[in-house]
């Protein structure tokens, strides 16, 4: 399959590339702005049709993107993540994105569009989470994603191609961003610092991203394979344990900060993906324990950190 990617030279992008590639049946494209990192993916690039652009200049992609003819179009581009709870301004900038997207899919001939949703668009919720949950996004961010998956379906639906949409529970691993809780509190450890965190109360539901490029992969190669699918692991833990479980994996017995911080007003207390509705379409489920996750992101950072 021809398939266009946004969104490449993120965390999770990266992990889905590597999987596109992997058993060589896709032909891909990505589509990079000059600015970007392209650090997490500079060993692949040589296997990947590359065009040089920016998705807020899309009628400046139509020539490129026309000539790759796509039959896919996997979007999972997002700007301004860092600022995501601050700034709803500039979260509009990627619903026009997206809007701005679909039509230049479907004028290059794509006949599926697959976009990256988050656990944001459910908002707080006290109990376990499937897709037909109600959603009250509590956030920019969560709004701006639950508009753009909402815009994008409705185009889907009147240009009669294939439309899905992934709500991601919190992915770890290799290559994820340092400001994430589990890649700030390793790199703290590492560096032989005390992390400050919250009392750990939380249960949050942890997917591994190796996990999460799986599923995208299942959707992507399932024509059947339609509407909102969560991505989790099904399983939620205490922030402390998983702190706990970090610190055991760095230095036994390190002091931790717990409870230092205090909980923002728009904490999230309890995040569960109910993943049976991927499970059934795609026979996917999560396979890497928080375990061994966590071994391999420690690994990656012990690289990184030179520790």
């Not at 600022?83 to 301004?89: F, I, T, W």
């Not at 994820?176 to 992390?195: Q, Y």
């Not at 569960?272 to 996750?293: C, F, K, P, Y």
């Amino acid at each position: 399959m021809r398939v266009l990617l946004t969104g490449a030279t993120g965390f999770v992008g990266s992990h889905v590339l590597a999987r596109l590639l992997r058993d060589g049946d896709h032909s891909v494209a990505v589509v990079l702005r000059a600015a970007s990192a392209r650090w997490r993916i500079a060993d692949l690039l040589g296997r990947v049709h590359v065009i040089e652009g920016d998705l807020a200049r899309a009628s400046e992609l139509a020539e490129p993107v026309g000539r790759f003819s796509p039959e896919a179009v996997l979007h999972l581009a997002w700007g301004h993540v860092a600022d995501r709870e601050q700034s709803p301004l500039l979260q509009v900038d990627n619903v026009r994105d997206t809007v701005q997207l679909v039509t230049l899919a479907h004028s290059a001939g794509a006949r599926h569009f697959l976009g990256a949703g988050s656990q944001a668009e459910y908002g707080p919720c006290p109990h376990g989470i499937d897709e037909g949950q109600p959603t009250r996004p509590s956030t920019p961010y969560g709004i701006a994603k639950l508009c753009a998956g909402l815009l994008a379906e409705q185009m889907c639906r009147a240009l009669d191609m294939r439309y899905a949409w992934f709500r991601i529970f919190s992915a770890y691993g290799p290559m994820d961003l340092p400001t994430t809780m589990i890649s700030r509190v390793g790199r703290a450890l590492l560096s032989g610092e005390r992390p400050a965190t919250t009392r750990g109360d939380q249960l949050w539901d942890y997917l591994y991203v190796a996990d999460a490029a799986e599923a995208i992969h299942g959707v992507l190669e399932e024509p059947a394979a339609r509407g909102v699918f969560n991505l989790g692991s099904g399983r939620v833990q205490t922030i402390r344990s998983v702190i706990e479980r970090l610190r055991d994996l760095i230095r036994p017995g390190a002091e931790l900060g717990l409870g230092e911080l205090a909980y923002g007003p728009d904490q999230l207390m309890h995040l569960e993906a109910n993943v049976e509705r991927v499970r059934r379409t795609i026979g996917w489920e999560a396979v890497t324990d928080l375990d061994t996750g966590l071994s391999n992101t420690v690994a990656w950072l012990r690289r990184v950190q030179g520790s």
